[in-house]
């Protein structure tokens, strides 16, 4: 299937030279899918996915124990680290002082590069052997095979880059250009968090951005072509109803009257436009950086963090223009934070660009409803936190929705990775 796809771009872009290419096509030809049984992979084959050029689809892929506690694990780190920024955040905006709503959401964003920039390092000082150039371009190689097999790219590939006409896209061409239209969704969604912030109140910002579990369930039905179970109906539902538990239900927390008023409907709005983004952005992702072919667990990560570099590195090389312009305008202007202050953004920003990162790794190896939970799971962790940090008792309200959180979980745990294996 791989070489199928690729053979179309060898004569414009050459990954290898023919003695070469023919050796790794024959040693590749050679490996049995059972040894690639261990992996992540699509669990199932919708009835509209483009089929091999032999005209068979890709098997479902079974997952091993390993497998299981690796989705676990990622899951927990991930929740961690939203909880840790979440407080990190609080505690230097609103204690410290440094509230640069724009300034902050630049810096977040702009450290999805970091996690790849740490791999790129690793896997660097593991070929430091192997001489620079040549390492390179096995990496290049690596990533536009990836590409390659990636159902949307072979089935309108040309069609998604931007490219000047007599031009030939090739995988890098299309990768970049699929990424910038994720990272513009995801600069809408954080945008409109920090916007609506300020007309609407936390707790329902809290609970109408978790709905972003809601919007990736309905996302993945026309642009995934997935089939939504009733154990994940369910569950989607369970998770929303907990979150808006905790979020009006929570007493302990004091919020600012100032910014309820005839605005809060347009703050509402603006969140839930935010919402929607956000489902979107995990449901693009998925569809534009997920390989179709059975993978193991490894091979996964060098194109999902470069995807997820790629957002990194557009949101550094444009927003910057509106910190200037935010700054002269008097909107948000910009102070040099202090040391301890700057400890505290470094902490926020290390954990989101892990959280975040970690999301989409969820999201590649299962589905975006499941990686959305790890969101919906934050809302109950951050209650937990504030209750262990700053002594918060939990009102019964936020044991009640914590409580529908989890059991939405077990559910979307088991249509997950139960039915659909």
């Not at 990636?150 to 006409?165: H, W």
């Not at 699929?178 to 329902?204: C, H, K, N, R």
């Not at 005839?262 to 603006?270: E, F, P, Q, V, Y």
Request: net charge negative; with cysteine.
């Amino acid at each position: 299937m791989e070489h199928a796809r690729t053979s179309e771009h060898e004569h414009h872009e050459p990954l290898l030279d023919e003695r070469e290419n023919e050796g790794r096509q024959s040693q590749e030809d050679d490996i049995e899918l059972d040894e690639l049984h261990d992996g992540f992979g699509p669990s199932s084959v919708s009835d509209s996915a483009p089929l091999t050029s032999f005209d068979t689809p890709i098997p479902a892929v079974p997952r091993s124990k390993s497998s299981y506690l690796a989705i676990a694990a990622v899951f927990v780190v991930t929740v961690a680290g939203f909880t840790i920024n979440t407080e990190a955040t609080a505690y230097f905006e609103d204690v410290l002082g440094w509230k640069k709503p724009f300034t902050t959401m630049y810096i977040s964003h702009s450290s999805l590069c970091l996690p790849w920039l740490g791999q790129l390092a690793y896997s660097r000082w593991k070929n430091r052997e192997t001489p620079y150039v040549k390492w390179v371009r096995e990496y290049n190689n690596q990533i536009r095979e990836a590409v390659a097999t990636i159902d949307a790219y072979a089935t309108s590939g040309p069609s998604l880059v931007f490219k000047r006409k007599g031009q030939v896209a090739g995988p890098l061409d299309f990768l970049a250009s699929t990424m910038a239209v994720v990272t513009v969704v995801l600069t809408v969604s954080g945008g409109a968090w920090f916007v609506s912030l300020v007309f609407t109140t936390p707790a329902d910002l809290t609970a109408i951005y978790n709905t972003s579990t809601f919007f990736a369930a309905a996302f993945s039905v026309p642009i995934l072509k997935e089939r939504l179970g009733w154990l994940a109906i369910i569950a989607v539902a369970l998770s929303v109803a907990g979150t808006f538990i905790i979020a009006y239900g929570d007493t302990t927390a004091e919020h600012e009257s100032s910014a309820i008023g005839t605005a809060r409907l347009l703050g509402n709005l603006i969140a839930c436009g935010g919402a929607v983004a956000f489902g979107l952005y995990e449901v693009l992702f998925k569809k534009w950086a997920c390989s179709s072919r059975p993978m193991k667990p490894s091979e996964t990560l060098p194109l999902t963090f470069a995807a997820s570099a790629l957002t990194g590195i557009y949101t550094f090389a444009t927003l910057w223009v509106g910190i200037i312009i935010l700054h002269f305008t008097g909107i948000e202007e910009f102070v040099v934070p202090s040391a301890w202050v700057s400890l505290w953004i470094f902490i926020a920003v290390i954990s989101l660009s892990i959280s975040l990162n970690l999301l989409v790794v969820l999201v590649i190896w299962t589905d975006p409803v499941f990686g959305s939970m790890a969101n919906v799971m934050g809302a109950f962790s951050v209650a937990m936190a504030d209750w262990f940090v700053f002594g918060l008792s939990p009102s019964i309200a936020t044991y009640v929705g914590g409580g529908l959180i989890l059991v939405a979980l077990a559910l979307l745990t088991k249509h997950t990775l139960g039915e659909k294996r």
